[in-house]
């Protein structure tokens, strides 16, 4: 349902500021009744959970208002950035289900404009070339409490200024040499406000522009200029930009506003062109997860995960490839909100998102992890007996799948107890337990291995209780099995949580390491599974009846892999694998 202002029978109040405030522009005609929003990652890393809250906040709210949302690229550091980043975030978007407006957008395509922007601020005596050097520069700028210290070539004849800007982008000078920086105050409170960078001196090749540059500009000053570009209505950024909007607004606020809408998107439209502002909302904390990319990326740097797409990883493309659903990771951002305060969010919430939405529209299959052989010792031995289980236990429209019966099937390990504890419902030598969609059977004889383990059972089938009750007993307990002569050969993978603490907040990379579960993955060769799991458009993602949900991991080599995306229940608390 859409949020609506009007008075009208159904109407109600837009849940979140970030909803009311866009409801209040548009009552009062502020852009001319536009909704224009961005998402502006860095390619400088694979997408995050984090990211998935801006991403679902940004393209929804233009959609329910009838606007637009841009995907632009903020590439403007060449040394962290890549092409391989810029793909993956593109296909994470369109794998969550959104669609950006027109052409993807790079910051770096707007390179000519800023520059022109930039000589713009030094005639006006706004900017100036400086010479400190980084160290210099940081040294000069002071702390929290102290205010810094003018450069030396701050009043700099702005003329003199433009002639070195110049050639620092004729690349005259080397890296570190030169700093085009904004001339605002030293002694501000505010430390973003003290002098800033907006142009450093980098001999680097741009993913997108290659050589063509050696000066590039900041993320500050690039950004609000993109998106006075782009004709942004919102900009809508987390909490940790808060302290950088006093330089947002300086940096517009201090161009010609008639070269910025010729600049735009608007400059062949009517419609008013008004500078766009920039609203915080709270980032996404989860707990036991770390979304820092610095951090993350040095966990594939030192290859303590396998890659950005590990299914440990809390990127959406480990989520992904660990079977988690895009309508998943929507309900969850939805239900979590958007608000100005920070909170920590308990990882069950997500949870319950993705376990909700999977319960719903996966098939049940049967898989056994650590098989244990049961023979069904009046079975003839060439005998198969083709059973119909549902697909799913309360969707018929799904249909039923063939699961094959024979002398040998194989039951988990943990479904047999030669002393099990109070209430325990499965099998023990003497009793009886019924196979999941077939018979009751009993537990005649325990062969054992020469350590005394069991190593295989022998039992009989009562044939009288297919889809029966047994006559004179009762017996509560059911097992999933497979046919040890049909089933399939796959490898599991079992997930823990990646960091060991709720609320992970490392200083260092070396923390990071420190925080990392050492049984994050256990890896089971050997399960084995219903075989018609494994036909051509079976799909891929399936219930396995009392162990959890699971996804076919199809980038994985060798064997087939089956990674588990999440348990059938909530087991935090108790440690077990997930």
């Known amino acids: 349902m859409k949020d609506t202002d009007d008075n009208s029978p159904g109407a109600r109040e837009p849940s979140g500021f970030i909803r009311q405030m866009v409801v209040r522009d548009l ?38 208002n009838g606007g637009h949302c841009n995907l632009r690229f903020d590439d403007t ?5 890549s092409q391989e980043f810029v793909n993956a975030i593109k296909d994470n978007i369109r794998w969550l289900g959104f669609r950006w407006h027109g052409e993807v957008r790079y910051s770096s395509s707007y390179f000519d404009q800023l520059y022109e922007f930039a000589r713009q601020l030094i005639s006006k005596g706004k900017a100036y070339v400086c010479a400190l050097s980084p160290e210099q520069a940081r040294e000069y700028r002071g702390t929290l409490t102290g205010p810094g210290t003018e450069s030396p070539w701050r009043d700099r004849d702005p003329n ?4 070195l800007f110049e050639r620092m982008r004729a690349g005259e000078f080397k890296d570190g040499e030169l700093s085009l920086r904004a001339k605002i105050d030293m002694a501000s409170p505010n430390i973003n406000l003290r002098d800033p960078i907006l142009y450093r001196i980098r001999h680097a090749s741009h993913h997108q522009t290659g050589s063509q540059w050696c000066i590039y500009p900041t993320y500050d000053y690039t950004h609000c200029i993109s998106d006075a570009i782009e004709s942004i209505t919102h900009s809508l ?5 808060e302290d950088h909007r006093p330089l947002y607004d300086w940096i517009l606020h201090n161009l010609d506003i008639d070269s910025l809408r010729a600049a735009s998107d608007l400059r062949d439209s009517d419609a008013p062109f008004v500078l766009p502002e920039q609203t915080e909302f709270a980032k996404l904390r989860i707990s036991y997860t770390m979304m820092g ?66 319960d719903r ?5 049967m898989c056994v992890l650590r098989p244990l052989t049961v023979i069904l010792t009046n079975f003839d031995d060439n005998r198969v007996e083709r059973l119909r289980l549902a697909r799913h236990p309360k969707r018929e429209e799904l249909g039923s799948r063939e699961v094959p019966l024979t002398r040998e099937i194989y039951i988990e390990q943990e479904d047999f107890s030669d002393d099990p504890p109070a209430g325990f419902k499965r099998l023990v030598a003497g009793g009886e337990v019924r196979l999941r969609g077939a018979y009751v059977i009993r537990c005649d004889e325990v062969q054992r291995d020469a350590a005394g383990r069991p190593a295989k059972l022998r039992c009989s089938v009562d044939f009288a209780t297919l889809g029966k009750r047994p ?48 049984d994050s993955l256990a890896q089971l060769d050997g399960c ?14 399936f219930q396995f009846e009392r162990v959890g949900y699971f996804y076919r991991d199809r980038e994985a080599a060798g064997p087939v892999v089956f990674n588990r995306t999440i348990s059938l229940r909530d087991s935090w608390g108790a440690g077990s694998a997930r």
């Not at 003199?160 to 002639?163: A, G, N, P, Q």
């Open 27 to 64: 009552a009062s005609g502020k852009h001319g009744g536009r909704v224009h929003t961005r998402f502006p990652p860095e390619p400088n890393g694979f997408l995050h959970i984090g990211h998935a809250k801006s991403i679902c906040l940004n393209f929804t709210l233009a959609e329910e």
């Open 77 to 81: 550091n060449p040394l962290k950035e």
């Open 160 to 163: 003199e200024s433009l002639d």
């Open 237 to 241: 950024c987390t909490l940790e930009f």
């Open 293 to 358: 990319k610095r951090f993350l990326r040095a966990l594939v740097e030192q290859g303590k995960v396998d890659g950005w797409d590990d299914p440990r990883m809390p990127t959406l493309a480990g989520m992904r490839r660990r079977g988690y659903t895009p309508a998943s990771i929507r309900n969850f951002c939805e239900a979590v909100g958007v608000a100005r305060g920070e909170s920590l969010v308990d990882i069950g919430m997500l949870e319950h998102a993705i376990r909700e939405d999977l």
């Open 361 to 365: 529209n996966t098939p049940r299959v």
């Open 471 to 518: 006559v004179g007993r009762k017996v509560k307990g059911v097992i999933h099995w497979v046919s040890a002569a049909a089933g399939k050969k796959v490898t599991v993978r079992l997930y823990d949580r990646l960091f060991l603490s709720e609320n992970p907040t490392p200083k260092s990379v070396e923390e990071v390491f420190d925080e990392i579960n050492p």
């Open 528 to 541: 084995i599974l219903e075989p018609g799991t494994l036909n051509e458009g079976a799909g891929d993602r």
